[in-house]
């Protein structure tokens, strides 16, 4: 058996808030949704998303819910073009993410930005070539 990652879990402040930017703003579908709780489609071949109460996870695992700043975890969305980084990059800000550093062309030859939801985390838009 190998390991895969069939759901990643985001703890969020606003369960409701953040179903809003998923859904309406980036176009993720929404398979569950619960109070407290809300389950997305990234897409055939990738993962789904889950979106639960900070608070309510924490608890839950058994740990504290405080912590704030760089996690030590970004997500990464590889595009197939340019053009698709722009467009992800400007619905993630339309929808109320925060550019978090501007797409540009980077060093090793690819083009990329990062952005953050509404709850910080963050994700990473790159066309490779």
């Not at 606003?14 to 407290?36: H, N, S």
């Not at 809300?38 to 608070?55: I, P, Q, T, W």
């Not at 467009?87 to 550093?101: D, I, P, Q, S």
């Not at 953050?116 to 985390?121: A, E, M, N, Q, T």
Request: charged share 25%; with cysteine; aromatic share 10%.
């Amino acid at each position: 058996m190998s390991l895969q990652a069939s759901v990643i879990m985001l703890g969020v402040k606003d369960v409701e808030r953040a179903k809003k930017f998923y859904a309406e703003g980036l176009g993720c579908e929404v398979t569950q949704d619960y109070p407290g709780f809300v389950r997305c489609s990234l897409g055939e071949g990738s993962s789904d998303l889950a979106l639960y109460g900070r608070e309510e996870a924490a608890e839950e695992i058994g740990v504290p819910a405080e912590g704030s700043g760089f996690r030590g975890v970004s997500f990464h969305f590889i595009t197939n073009s340019r053009d698709e980084v722009d467009e992800v990059v400007r619905a993630a800000e339309a929808a109320g993410g925060t550019l978090v550093k501007a797409v540009a062309e980077a060093d090793w030859g690819g083009y990329f930005g990062y952005f953050s939801d509404p709850d910080g985390h963050l994700w990473k838009v790159v066309c490779p070539t």
